[in-house]
Antibody, heavy 121, light 106 residues
């Protein structure tokens, strides 16, 4: 069974950093692209970032470009999101999502349960 | 960037009703569309991919159709467990984008 388990969320002050992790199991992690998607309280879904199977292709939403960095460690079957210069508008539930393809396509097929990021002083 | 517009934003129907949710893309996305279901307090789940293909394990009362710019999610016979918010999502071009969601109530 495919499982994605996010961790690393928490309360952080504006301007500070946080690193999210996603532990994957149940599939060949290094065959697939991965994504981070977030959902602000009471709002809809927003794609944040994606990375292809080997980390050679990355992309970001304009709202996080220059502040967030996506990465992966295929040996550990893990996905990461380094979030710097956090703002109040970054407060959200963050989901790790598996793609159907190795190329950065966006055909999401399995979601994790998410981790909460709260940005407040 | 591609904008995705869903309608209606919410609907109320009875058990056994046929429910239709629409999604319109701001440009041609061919068939590169997912439908996601999110139940209250849970993470989303993929129902439909490639506009009309049913994800493994999803009940056959769910169906997707459309191509180009206009797409539809149909629940052929609404069940109590279908209470959720439904989102369309395009993957024709990056950045990926979602519709605003349709909340389905009974």
């Amino acid at each position: 069974e495919v499982q994605l388990v996010e961790s690393g969320g928490g309360l952080v002050q504006p301007g500070r950093s946080l690193r999210l992790s996603c532990a994957a199991s149940g599939f060949s992690f290094d065959d697939y692209s991965m994504h981070w998607v977030r959902q602000a309280p009471g709002k809809g879904l927003e794609w944040v970032s994606g990375i292809n199977w080997n980390g050679g292709t990355l992309d970001y939403a304009d709202s996080v470009k220059g502040r967030f960095t996506i990465s992966r460690d295929n040996a550990k079957s893990s996905l990461y999101l380094q979030m710097n210069s956090l703002r109040a508008e970054d407060m959200a539930f963050y989901y790790c999502v598996k793609d159907r393809a190795g190329t950065l396509h966006g055909a999401m097929d399995v979601w994790g349960q998410g981790t909460t990021v709260t940005v407040s002083s | 960037d591609i904008q995705m517009t869903q309608s209606p934003s919410s609907l109320s129907a009875s058990v056994g009703d046929r429910v239709t949710i629409s999604c319109q893309a701001s440009q041609d996305i061919r068939y590169f569309l997912n439908w996601h279901q999110q139940k209250s307090g849970k993470g989303p789940k993929v129902l439909i991919y490639d506009a009309s293909s049913l994800q493994t394990g999803v009940p056959t009362r769910f169906g997707g159709s459309g191509s180009g710019t206009n797409f539809t999610l149909t629940i052929f016979s609404l069940q109590p467990e279908d209470i959720a918010t439904y989102y369309c999502q395009q993957y024709h071009k990056l950045p990926l984008s979602f519709g605003g969601g349709t909340k389905v109530e009974i």
